[in-house]
């Protein structure tokens, strides 16, 4: 299990190699894919993507749009030894049927104030590792599984795209490091520990239907939710 600073260091050093690449290599991928949407929405439900991850200005908005549509990002990263889990954000509710609650007949009913993940969505700019486990950057999310290829994209289109994507990405790790500092110092604080058997044992509460208590990062604070898994449908 690593500390905090570990994990604080590997951000920082993912940001710092997200800023030293490539820009020309970028646009270059950008154009030679041709990516283009044919709008057939999948992408905007659980079966495509597992969930929507807001950023900070995006949970204030889906907020503001509606009080109930955001839920704890899935995925809760650490917990304490009282059973409490944290997690950096929060992600977008999902009907039962798995789709965006914004998805109105195919179609996104806030388009213009869609979120920035919707927005850069399927650009990317960080390493994964591919279906044979080879980590390497990527820059299409499911190449090959969605949409058009080969579209001539011009070169403001190309350099457009380039920017905002690295710009979600940074803002992503931004919100990723300020979330770790943020623990590392409430842990201090409150002399609170992380236990992975803890983790371990009130996780598998969870899944067997258990309330549990989620801490939620934003700005700079953690917000208490008390839910359980069928929030995650
Ligand atoms: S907010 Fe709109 S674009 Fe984003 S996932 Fe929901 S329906 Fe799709
Ligand atoms: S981005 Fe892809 S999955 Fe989403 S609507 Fe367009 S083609 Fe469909």
């Not at 999948?42 to 908005?61: A, P, S």
């Not at 009907?95 to 965006?100: A, I, K, Y």
């Not at 914004?102 to 920035?116: A, H, M, N, T």
């Not at 009130?202 to 929030?231: C, K, Q, S, W, Y």
Request: aromatic share 12%; net charge negative; hydrophobic share 35%.
């Amino acid at each position: 299990m690593l500390s905090f600073d570990e994990e604080i260091d590997i951000l920082e050093r993912e940001l710092a190699d997200l800023l030293g690449f490539s820009e020309e290599e970028f646009i270059d991928i950008i154009r030679d894919v041709g990516f283009s949407c044919d709008c057939c929405g999948r992408c905007c439900t659980r079966e495509f993507n597992g969930h929507v991850f807001l950023l900070e200005e995006d949970t204030d908005r889906a907020r503001s749009l509606d009080p109930d549509a955001i839920m704890p990002a899935p995925g809760f990263e650490v917990c304490d030894q009282h059973g409490r889990f944290y997690v950096s954000g929060y992600a977008l509710r999902t009907e039962p049927d798995g789709s965006c609650i914004f998805l109105d007949g195919g179609r996104c009913s806030i388009y213009d104030q869609r979120f920035s993940i919707c927005r850069v969505y399927p650009y990317m700019l960080h390493r994964e590792a591919d279906e044979t486990g080879t980590v390497d950057w990527r820059q299409i999310s499911g190449l090959n599984e969605h949409g058009c290829y080969n579209t001539p994209l011009d070169d403001a289109t190309c350099a457009r795209i380039a920017r905002e994507t690295r710009e979600y990405e940074a803002a992503f790790l931004d919100q990723e490091i300020r979330f770790q500092r943020a623990l590392r110092d409430l842990f201090a604080h409150e002399k609170l520990r992380y236990v992975r058997r803890t983790y371990d044992l009130r996780m598998r509460d969870f899944l067997r239907g258990a309330e549990v208590e989620v801490r939620v990062f934003h700005r700079g604070r953690f917000e208490p939710h008390r839910i359980t898994r069928n929030v995650y449908g």
